[in-house]
């Protein structure tokens, strides 16, 4: 986690970056100036990652938009977003549906 937030405080401009590590279950990703929207179906099947809230339609039933300077760890029972820089724990996620 901690090379995550290294990366999301050193890169300048505009980007999402989403990383698979082979091994793991869970998939990272980092945003700054661009839309990331994390989708979950209902019975937690399956999570879709996408750049608009639009193309979730039909496929998940939540979803939790990113903000800048945010960091997720997404596996499928739980997502954890940590604030960039305090490396804190971001309690209220911005949720819609």
């Given at each position: ?25 869970e998939f990272y990703a ?68």
């Amino acid at each position: 986690m901690e090379g995550l937030r290294n990366i999301a405080n050193t890169i300048k401009g505009m980007y999402v970056a989403v990383f698979l590590i082979e091994g793991c279950s869970e998939f990272y990703a980092i945003k700054h100036g661009q839309p990331l929207v994390i989708g979950i179906r209902k019975d937690q099947t399956c999570i879709y990652v996408s750049s608009d809230l639009p193309s979730l339609y039909g496929f998940a039933e939540q979803a939790i938009v990113l903000d800048d300077n945010q960091v997720a760890v997404v596996g499928l029972n739980e997502i954890l977003v940590i604030n960039a820089e305090s490396g804190e724990i971001v309690e209220e996620l911005s949720q819609v549906w």
